[in-house]
């Protein structure tokens, strides 16, 4: 089958549709897996044992279960409770929760990696807690977390055709219905692919900026 | 009261099919992880380049895009390829590139001296690499290995997209054929984190058996 240029513009705005609805996800989803990680994060490190070995075990579960299947819950599910979400808002959920507990690692991680002589100094200024948390360690633990949650957004974008299962009209399912009403797969599923390809190609230089930027400080 | 044990008998024929798809995929990913890893390491630039692109076109689109374009734009170019073999062979794909970089990253993790002492006991490229540094690169890679594996193993989810009858579609089926929501959806959750956490016990224990000898040694 030959590569139609003219079917290619035909089908654009279409797309064009399908690419805001995917960005608008990834933001809206990027904006809760940070506020989820952090939640995780702090529950994880609360002195209440009950409270951090649940939200420890929870976050294990969501990150050994595939975002689909999630999805699917919250779509399918929910309703059936009561709660009746609107498709892109049950996916920005999924998308949140999942990567929340990704999220919560690199949270984890860069609050660790701040020096215990910090949290010890900060106690001999005699800061309390609240100042402690946020003169001290915030300010040092926040620039290396940079890349790594950069890098866990993008990944998220790279899983937002998955929404198309649940019937939100991001680009992954303006391409399969452009597809289904004129039966013609090459080009919608090409330019899909092509576009995830040059968003990431380009986040990866993005990526090794914040990388310069905000990367290794030292040891 | 429906008949729970027919749609039982249903889920767990797809949880074979999610085992198979797993294994064969993750063989797959094996390999080519080891193929594009080396690649990357490799002396001749034209296969650096034909490696990195590799790498940057399955890490840069995502697996759900992948999928699709095999199994809906491939049969349009004469290569018509079964649900399985085209979950399969996506899959492995995807993974086996981000596995590159753990093989490459592992490699180059290998101290100097290693190699400076396999030139001393004139050891040629490909007998350093098979008796020096892969032993204690692999047990480098192996940890991250586990996790590629459990992402594999939730990447299987999106092939129920394309029709393939696994642990995902089947729950839709008993949705769809009962119109409960809750069991078959926490079934197949529960059944994903089981065999994550199979996979993650294996990985462990293989680590643990090839640590073994090797106490004092810089892993």
């Known amino acids: ?219 | 009261m429906t008949q729970w044990s027919g749609y039982f008998g249903l889920i767990l024929q797809g949880a074979l099919v999610t085992i198979e798809l797993t294994l064969m995929g993750s063989v797959l990913a094996l390999i080519m992880a080891f193929l594009a890893g080396l690649g990357r390491l490799s002396r001749f630039f034209a296969i650096r380049a034909l490696a990195t692109a590799y790498i940057e076109f399955f890490r840069g689109t995502s697996i759900f895009v992948q999928l699709f374009w095999a199994y809906f734009v491939l049969p349009f170019v004469g290569i018509s390829l079964t649900p399985l073999q085209a979950g399969v062979l996506a899959l492995g794909l995807n993974v086996g590139a981000y596995g590159a970089e753990v093989v490459r990253g592992a490699i180059q993790s290998i101290g100097r001296e290693q190699y400076e002492a396999c030139t001393a006991l004139n050891l040629g490229r490909w007998q350093a690499m098979r008796h020096v540094i892969l032993p204690q690169a692999l047990l480098v890679m192996l940890p991250t290995f586990g996790n590629n594996a459990i992402e594999l193993l939730k990447a299987t989810a999106v092939v129920s997209l394309i029709s393939l009858t696994d642990l995902t579609f089947q729950a839709q089926v008993v949705r769809s054929q009962t119109g409960n929501t809750l069991v078959p959806f926490t079934t197949i959750l529960v059944i994903y984190f089981a065999l994550a956490l199979i996979i993650s016990w294996g990985v462990r224990s293989l680590e643990r058996r090839m640590a073994r000898g090797l106490d004092g040694v810089r892993v």
């Open chain 1, 1 to 219: 089958m030959e590569w139609d240029w003219n079917f290619v513009w035909e089908i654009m705005p279409t797309l064009i549709q399908g690419v805001k609805i995917t960005i608008l996800a990834t933001l809206l989803g990027s904006v809760l897996a940070a506020i989820v990680g952090l939640a995780i994060a702090l529950a994880r490190r609360s002195p209440n044992k009950a409270l951090s070995r649940t939200v420890g075990f929870l976050a294990e579960f969501i990150r050994g279960t595939p975002l689909l299947v999630q999805l699917y819950f919250i779509f399918y599910v929910l309703p059936d409770i009561g709660i009746l979400l609107p498709p892109l808002v049950a996916g920005v959920i999924g998308l949140g929760l999942h990567y929340g507990t990704y999220t919560a690692e690199v949270y984890r991680a860069g609050i660790d990696n701040v020096p215990r002589g910090q949290w010890e100094a900060a106690k001999a200024c005699n800061l309390n807690a609240r100042q402690t948390w946020t003169h001290i360690i915030i300010p040092q633990a926040i620039p290396p977390m940079i890349p790594a949650l950069a890098n866990y957004f993008i990944a998220m974008f790279k899983e937002t055709p998955l929404l198309s299962a649940i019937t939100v009209l991001e680009l992954m399912n303006q391409a399969k219905s452009v597809a289904n009403t004129y039966y013609r797969y090459v080009e919608p599923m090409t330019l899909v692919g092509a576009f995830f390809l040059v968003i990431s190609l380009f986040s990866v230089v993005l990526l090794r900026w914040l990388e310069r930027r905000y990367g290794k400080i030292e040891r």
